[in-house]
């Protein structure tokens, strides 16, 4: 089965965003994949992991730049990481 990866892109109730890569295969159904992920914003599909890896690296990038990325942040969405 031919693999490829899914950059999955979210936004959390405090406007803080994240991403991940998820590995899925020809015969998965993305559509169901997809539908269960809360604040999900945007799948989009890499047919090779160092591809989407580009991507999502670019992307935390410039959230921690602009101060929306989640991982940043405690659970409550306002105070700032200890690291």
């Known amino acids: 089965m031919k693999k490829f990866y899914l950059l999955i892109q979210d936004k959390d109730k405090h406007g803080h965003f994240s ?15 997809v539908a269960g992920i809360p604040g ?8 090779t ?7 999502w690296d ?5 959230w921690q730049q ?3 990325y989640k991982w940043d942040y405690m659970p409550d969405g306002v105070t700032p990481a200890p690291f």
């Open 19 to 33: 991403a991940w890569i998820r590995p899925v295969t020809n015969s998965d159904n993305i559509a169901a994949i």
């Open 66 to 68: 602009d101060g929306v």
């Open 58 to 62: 670019m992307l935390i990038k410039y």
């Open 49 to 55: 992991k160092k591809e989407a890896a580009r991507v």
């Open 40 to 47: 999900i914003m945007a799948a989009n599909i890499y047919p």
